[in-house]
């Protein structure tokens, strides 16, 4: 059997009406003239087929059929009222929970937080590392940043930085394995250095330089992560394929160069990914403008 469940605009009226035993306050409260809070009950009482409210000279007062219905009424609303603040509490406050990769945190987030921290010293950041994308349903996160194109459903993503993708290696395995007058094919014979997770980068990248018959053949190392695989190259172990605006540092300080200067720009990026529906708290908004603001300033086109 369905259950009946009256009108819940003029419900919500009843219960305003019910709780202040006043029209005027009740339509302050509603911020309605008196006379919709009026109407509002009338419905209501027609649709139960009971008075509810005695109208008297100086106001209204409940009668015994409207006291019993409001006494169930009442807690009623104050339940979703508290169901609601707990909800909006949850997600407007607290620490601001991101969701990414290991190297994305380690090598671009981490070494900008400071600045964030420094701007918004009340926020606190807590990054959590995993693989898969993210389902906010299913996840503890208010954001993630995640790698793609950015197509993924019930999220609302915006891209931070394009995958720039190129050859490093230390200035001392460039020095010791390239060929006779500064030629850098013979780099490509010697140990490729790979990431798991990012096993095409070499062949994507040999094919857009033309080069992928000098790497025929050539022995390939792999790592669990891009973290690791740069640094099996800083520790002189081989070449590996770099993300340019992972390795600024890097590529700063001279730790590591790029001896083809020949970065490939692929399709795929970077992109902060929030719910699509979801009341944006304070802290997820001036997270999203720092983030963007920081890849403009601090991302791959200034690398």
């Not at 010293?121 to 954001?143: G, H, K």
């Not at 096993?199 to 390939?220: C, I, K, Y």
Request: glycine share 6%.
């Amino acid at each position: 059997m369905a259950r009946r469940i009256p009108p819940l605009n003029p419900l919500r009226v009843f219960e305003v009406v019910a709780r202040t035993q006043n029209l005027t306050l009740a339509a302050q409260e509603l911020h309605v003239s008196q006379s919709a809070v009026s109407r509002q009950v009338a419905v209501l009482e027609s649709y139960l087929g009971v008075e509810l409210f005695r109208r008297e000279r100086h106001g209204v007062t409940l009668t015994r059929v409207g006291q019993a219905y409001a006494e169930e009424v009442v807690p009623a609303f104050d339940a979703i009222a508290s169901a609601t603040a707990r909800l909006l509490r949850n997600t407007s406050q607290g620490a601001l929970r991101v969701r990414t990769y290991t190297t994305f945190a380690a090598k671009w987030l981490i070494p900008r937080l400071p600045d964030f921290q420094a701007q918004y010293p009340s926020i606190e950041v807590r990054i959590d590392n995993a693989i898969p994308d993210v389902d906010f349903d299913r996840d503890a996160a208010d954001v993630a940043i995640q790698f793609g194109d950015g197509r993924w459903p019930r999220v609302s993503a915006e891209l931070l930085f394009a995958d720039e993708i190129e050859p490093v290696c230390t200035p001392d395995y460039l020095r010791a394995h390239r060929g006779p007058r500064g030629k850098l094919e013979p780099l490509l014979g010697h140990r490729l250095l790979v990431s798991h997770y990012r096993r095409a980068d070499w062949d994507d990248w040999l094919a857009f330089a033309g080069l992928s018959r000098q790497a025929e053949g050539t022995e390939r190392m792999t790592f669990g992560s891009s973290v690791l695989t740069w640094q099996a190259a800083l520790d002189g172990l081989g070449i590996a394929i770099g993300q340019t605006a992972m390795l600024k540092a890097e590529l700063d300080a001279g730790r590591l160069v790029r001896p083809f200067a020949l970065p490939y720009t692929r399709s795929k990026g970077h992109y902060l990914v929030r719910p699509a529906v979801q009341r944006e708290s304070r802290k997820v908004a001036v997270f999203r403008d720092w983030l963007l603001e920081a890849a403009g300033r601090g991302g791959q086109a200034q690398v």
